[in-house]
């Protein structure tokens, strides 16, 4: 009997662990894949980044580990509440405690946040709202911004409640609770920097012409630009990483490239008829007017696990009236289940990934000095120096595939232009005039007007890269 005892007491304490895990990335999970629903973005790590460094990755793991520092100090408020009798652990308890964290976060934090940070440059053109500039309840995102965050808070709140109450009714044992509170911050910190880590960072391309053995080359798109921005400029590569119903628009843009990594990327221009471009795709966009880049391939799938994330917590709840070790198994295994959905979320899986390649100006946009990036799920990959010399307009730019077999090397055609390439898959050793340099998977290098560029493969495998290239229309030869 005592061995039955202190099982069922070992098992008791592993539901307040479980249920703040569960809870941590519930929250994270449902305010990362919520858009997939119709919310607006919400970039709560990037907002802190925005906060304390002004420019810099919105996704850099001080944010998250901000933010998650963050929620475990909530759960350990709400359990020290208890312990010093001043609420009883419930569902109800824990419902109120969420909206009272969501009207602090909304009134006070969030203006807070807005005050502190960073100076940055306005982007130039037309925008959108930007989804990491706090404000109080994130007014400039609309209504359903701070719908969706209450959402997430009651969520939090229930969960912490429905797993905590439980304990509340046996914790007459002695050390029952005392030794509790470091093990449920415990797990919630692991699981969250766990996940944290993983959401902080394959391409198919056709095959043409061969100018060197082991060298294969595919112009993937190609387009006239009659001028480039005017003073100072510069290649630059963003690369955006969208979960399904995230959309970043409509936004103004130079002349660009759009080359998708993974998934589907789907560019919608107002009266027009959506574009996608697939896996290994390429597509050239002028500077016509504003656009709209998002992800709406999988939107099905991710609204079902946004809605699933309610229901297990509804179900989290209604399985504390059960008794017995029915109740204990049904309460472990949905607290699984909100650990399994948040994580699958954050650590995403059901993320398109793709590149804008684009000429662009030194300031007013994203990547440049004193520019912040617009939207959480973006990032600079690249960008070059100033362009020295700018040849003469008008131009061609074109976008191309290369593909070099183990042992291969590819010299690129000297031009009157710049010239940049990415890597997509190996590694590659570059020569740019008389340097070179050893870049892996997404690491680029700029050739100015007028220099050599060559293009070695050191590994074992087949090198793929993307090459970028600005020819005054006069270098172009003419078509046979």
């Known amino acids: 009997m005592a061995n039955v005892k202190s099982a069922i007491r070992k098992h008791i304490q592993m539901e307040r662990p479980l249920g703040a895990a569960a809870a941590v990335l519930t929250w994270l999970g449902w305010l990362t894949i919520c858009p997939a629903l119709g919310f607006p973005v919400l970039g709560t790590a990037a907002m802190v980044n925005r906060a304390i460094f002004g420019v810099i990755d919105p996704s850099f793991w001080v944010g998250w580990v901000v933010m998650i520092a963050a929620l475990v100090v909530a759960i350990a408020v709400f359990f020290i509440l208890e312990r010093a009798h001043l609420v009883r652990v419930s569902i109800r308890t824990g419902v109120i405690y969420g909206a009272a964290l969501w009207l602090v976060a909304g009134v006070v934090l969030m203006p807070l946040l807005g005050i502190v940070a960073l100076p940055t440059s306005p ?58 509170i470091p093990r449920f911050l415990g797990a919630a910190m692991f699981a969250g920097f766990a996940l944290a880590v993983m959401s902080s960072t394959p391409a198919q391309v056709h095959a043409t012409n061969s100018t060197f053995a082991g060298v294969t080359v595919r112009t993937l798109a190609q387009g006239p630009v009659k001028n480039l921005p005017a003073a100072k400029v510069g290649v630059n590569i963003i690369e955006f990483r969208q979960l399904p119903g995230a959309a970043y628009g409509p936004h103004d843009h130079p002349p660009l490239f759009a080359y998708t990594l993974h998934g589907i990327a789907t560019l919608t221009f107002p009266g027009g008829a959506p574009q996608s471009v697939g896996p290994g795709d390429a597509a050239f966009l002028p500077a016509v007017g504003a656009f709209t880049n998002e992800n709406t391939d999988g939107r099905f799938g991710a609204g079902a696990i946004a809605v699933g994330l309610i229901v297990v917590v509804i179900l989290l709840c209604a399985a504390t009236s059960l008794r017995g070790g029915l109740r204990r198994v049904i309460i472990t295994v949905l607290s699984l289940l909100l650990i399994a959905g948040g994580a699958l979320v954050l650590t995403g899986g059901m993320s398109n990934d793709y590149y804008f390649i684009a000429v662009r100006s030194c300031c007013g946009h994203p990547g440049t000095p004193g520019t912040p990036m617009p939207v959480p799920y973006g990032r600079v990959t690249f960008s070059s120096p100033e362009l020295d010399p700018v040849p003469a307009g008008p131009y061609i730019e074109t976008l191309s595939a290369i593909r070099v077999a183990p042992g291969a090397r590819y010299n690129a055609q000297v031009v009157p232009g710049p010239q940049m390439i990415i890597v997509v898959e190996g590694t590659a050793a570059v020569h740019v005039g008389e340097a070179t340099e050893q870049l892996g998977d997404s690491g680029a290098a700029f050739a100015q007007a007028g220099n050599t560029l060559a293009i070695a493969n050191p590994g074992s495998d087949t090198l793929l890269v993307l090459a970028f290239a600005v020819t005054p229309v006069s270098a172009v030869p003419p078509a046979t």
């Open 123 to 180: 982007l130039s053109g037309i925008q959108p709202a930007d989804p990491m500039h706090a404000t109080v309840m994130m007014y400039t995102l609309g209504p359903f911004a701070a719908v969706a965050a209450l959402i997430a808070w009651v969520l939090f709140g229930a969960t912490l409640g429905a797993t905590g109450s439980a304990q509340q009714r046996r914790d007459t044992a002695p050390g029952g609770s005392g030794t509790m």
